[in-house]
């Protein structure tokens, strides 16, 4: 896998939070294209399909053997007639014309990846996560894994591993599987480390890629100015405070605070790419552009003698 250090997350091309064109979708992941992105991060949890079918669309005209995709199993989508005049209700602008069924088991991972494949209109997918198995830690061991791990010897996928938000969970599944990639979301970040304390360590020792999602914690540090959500809930007064700390140290050396946000894990030798969504191509090259931003070390060294960063982050080369 030749992840790139930015990827595009896809679950805003599945209308996330509000509908956007398939226009603007396809010339969101054009724009990604020229911006040197070469991962693009998708799910069939993401508007129910269509964020999937938008992504291999836009592809199409690009050289498969270019970029890198993954997708996701673990909700299988079925067709829910009564639900086509009703709005999703799990944050994405599309009708409910399908309901999403938990399933881990080998047939639930098999019949998911078919119907990703066909969406994709692709006939292999480079990476295959186990999505948010949090509440199926036994069934995702039994079933899903063992199935991925067939994909892979097949040659129908390239790599598997698991996304999820949590940090502990991936960890065990390192030690008793062995998958190749995993995707963190929102557990590596300026305001939460908790990946720090085995999860990354254990993925440097077995040769584990990781890829960190959630990078601005929901929109927290999206912006120079802290906004007030934190993992798609109204972020607590005290997380706010703590993002404005951090924002006014990152001010005075000249960085704004979601180019802190992407450096902090892109610096990480455990961490082979960054997926950040975007809504639109401005977006993406705004990303792009922090992505490329130089963060000074004294910056860092600040915020840990503050307390606002832990001081086993791997924060710049030859620094910790």
Known sequence: MNLSPLGLGCAQLGNLYHAISDETAAATVRRAWDEGIRYFDTAPHYGLGLSETRLGAALRSYPRDEYVLSTKVGRVLEPDPDGAARQDDQGFAVPAAYR????????????????????????????????????????ALRGAFPALRELREQGVIGAFGAGMNQAPMLAEFVRRTDLDVLLVAGRYTLLDQPALDELLPLCLDRGVRVVAGGVFNGGILATAEPGRVYDYAEAPPELVERAGRIAAICARHGVELPEAALALPMAHPAVASVVVGAHDPSQVSVNARRAGAVVPPELWTELVGAGLLRADAVIAEGVS
């Open 100 to 139: 999403r069924r938990w399933d881990f088991s080998r047939d639930g991972v098999l019949r998911s990846f078919e119907d990703s494949l066909t969406r994709l209109g692709l006939d292999r997918v480079d990476v295959v996560y186990v999505h948010d198995p949090d509440d199926h830690f036994e069934e």
